[in-house]
């Protein structure tokens, strides 16, 4: 007897339950991989533009408002399919061979680039709005710049990013979606696999969506006690 209704949904087959959860362990991979990459990139890209030379600060300027202004689906596409390419080449002009990327790191790749472009301009914005007493104070006391960075800018900084960054790590974990057209198993292709073979479509996407949901509220939950810690010290000074 075929299953019917909600019976579709259980974990076993022949639900299709275990799947989705396969697809969004999947996502959630490349979600936390890209969120990562898009950091190290966005911090890395921020000094850049902020103490870098010309040659530097133009090809961030180039790079973040390409990204910016291409739809992140067209990006994807090009990053996919052109990205290992370019790798394989780099290392094929240097006398190295060339390497098999597989598409979950593929996927993280892209997206993190993706990720690293918005994610310059937050860090960005947040270093340049840390109170200039505080930077001053930390020259006068003698401090270098990396010390200065690590222990006054950056701690500084990182309460004023956090909305921008907690909305980067919602944007990363609905753009995983996208990969579909590229045929990583995520949750959305996976979705679109059950319903197409139950013919149930309204049901499995409302799964799914409840799914996004679900992590969304945790995440948001999250980074709310992320913002309530990096603040503490905000809180006591005012109060």
Same mark, same amino acid.
């Given at each position: 007897m075929e299953p019917t209704g909600l019976s579709l949904l259980a974990l076993s087959?022949? %639900?299709?339950?275990g799947n989705l959860l396969k697809g969004l362990v999947l996502s959630l991979q490349i979600a936390f991989g890209a969120y $990562? !990459? %898009?950091l190290m990139i966005g911090l890395l890209g921020a000094l850049g533009k902020i103490y870098g030379g010309p040659i530097t600060r133009w090809s961030l300027e180039i790079y973040t408002t390409l990204v910016r202004a291409i739809p992140e689906l067209v990006l994807i596409l090009l990053l996919f399919y052109a990205g290992p390419d370019i790798v394989n080449g780099i290392l094929e002009s240097f006398g190295f061979e060339r390497i098999d990327?597989? $598409? !979950?790191v593929a996927g993280i790749y892209v997206l993190g680039m993706v990720q690293g472009a918005y994610s310059i301009e937050v860090m960005r914005g947040a270093m340049l709005a840390v109170p200039n007493g505080q930077v001053e104070a930390a020259k006068a006391s003698g401090m270098s710049w990396t010390l200065m960075h690590r222990r006054i800018i950056i701690p500084a900084m990182i309460p004023l990013a956090l909305p921008g960054l907690a909305n980067l790590w919602l944007i990363a974990t609905k753009d995983t979606a996208l990969l579909a057209v590229v045929g990583l198993s995520e949750l959305a292709l996976t979705t679109r696999? $059950? $319903?197409g073979a139950t013919k149930e479509y309204l049901m499995f996407y409302l799964a799914a969506g409840f799914i996004y949901l679900c992590v969304s509220l945790i995440s948001a939950g999250v980074f709310k006690k992320l913002d309530?810690?990096?603040?503490r010290g905000q809180a006591d000074l005012s109060g």
């Amino acid at each position: 007897m075929e299953p019917t209704g909600l019976s579709l949904l259980a974990l076993s087959p022949p %639900g299709w339950g275990g799947n989705l959860l396969k697809g969004l362990v999947l996502s959630l991979q490349i979600a936390f991989g890209a969120y $990562a !990459l %898009g950091l190290m990139i966005g911090l890395l890209g921020a000094l850049g533009k902020i103490y870098g030379g010309p040659i530097t600060r133009w090809s961030l300027e180039i790079y973040t408002t390409l990204v910016r202004a291409i739809p992140e689906l067209v990006l994807i596409l090009l990053l996919f399919y052109a990205g290992p390419d370019i790798v394989n080449g780099i290392l094929e002009s240097f006398g190295f061979e060339r390497i098999d990327i597989n $598409a !979950l790191v593929a996927g993280i790749y892209v997206l993190g680039m993706v990720q690293g472009a918005y994610s310059i301009e937050v860090m960005r914005g947040a270093m340049l709005a840390v109170p200039n007493g505080q930077v001053e104070a930390a020259k006068a006391s003698g401090m270098s710049w990396t010390l200065m960075h690590r222990r006054i800018i950056i701690p500084a900084m990182i309460p004023l990013a956090l909305p921008g960054l907690a909305n980067l790590w919602l944007i990363a974990t609905k753009d995983t979606a996208l990969l579909a057209v590229v045929g990583l198993s995520e949750l959305a292709l996976t979705t679109r696999q $059950a $319903a197409g073979a139950t013919k149930e479509y309204l049901m499995f996407y409302l799964a799914a969506g409840f799914i996004y949901l679900c992590v969304s509220l945790i995440s948001a939950g999250v980074f709310k006690k992320l913002d309530r810690h990096y603040r503490r010290g905000q809180a006591d000074l005012s109060g």
